[in-house]
């Protein structure tokens, strides 16, 4: 007897998904992360500077830089949203490959904005997931 793999899916009572589910709630969370990245941008732009102070020292530096780095990075990520949202074919190796770039500059930011990156990163981690493991072979009901 063989057993298909919708019929294992059943027994084991796991379901993963599949079609335009899996399309729009990966693109969803992708353009939430792209949304909050350039949020994070925009405020690293308004705050420009950060006054550190220590025992014995204090010091200013500017964080334009990387308020610029965090705008380009959501806009890319939206595009690629978008682009998952479309259901482009390469869309989904690309989005793999976008969103593993924005965890580096998200982890790079995690001095200035610990909190916001740790959940930032989180929310990058559930969308690669979720792009890497819905399977565009199985068909629907």
Not at 17 to 30: D, E, I, K, Y
Not at 49 to 70: M, R
Not at 89 to 103: D, N, P
Request: proline letters at 3%; charged letters at 5%; a neutral charge.
């Amino acid at each position: 007897m063989t057993t298909s793999s919708v019929d294992a899916d059943r027994m084991s009572g796991q379901v993963s998904p599949s079609g335009a589910t899996a399309t729009l709630a990966a693109g969803a969370l992708m353009l939430t992360s792209a949304i909050l990245t350039f949020v994070v941008g925009v405020f690293a732009l308004a705050a420009n500077n950060v006054v550190v102070t220590g025992p014995g020292y204090e010091y200013t530096f500017q964080i334009t830089g990387w308020g610029w780095t965090n705008i380009v990075t959501g806009m890319v990520l939206a595009a690629f949203a978008i682009a998952l949202f479309v259901g482009a074919q390469w869309a989904r190796a690309a989005a793999i490959i976008v969103t593993c770039l924005a965890i580096v500059v998200t982890f790079l930011w995690m001095p200035y904005y610990p909190t916001g990156s740790i959940v930032l990163i989180a929310l990058d981690i559930v969308v690669i997931w979720g792009v890497a493991t819905w399977n565009t072979s199985r068909k629907t009901a």
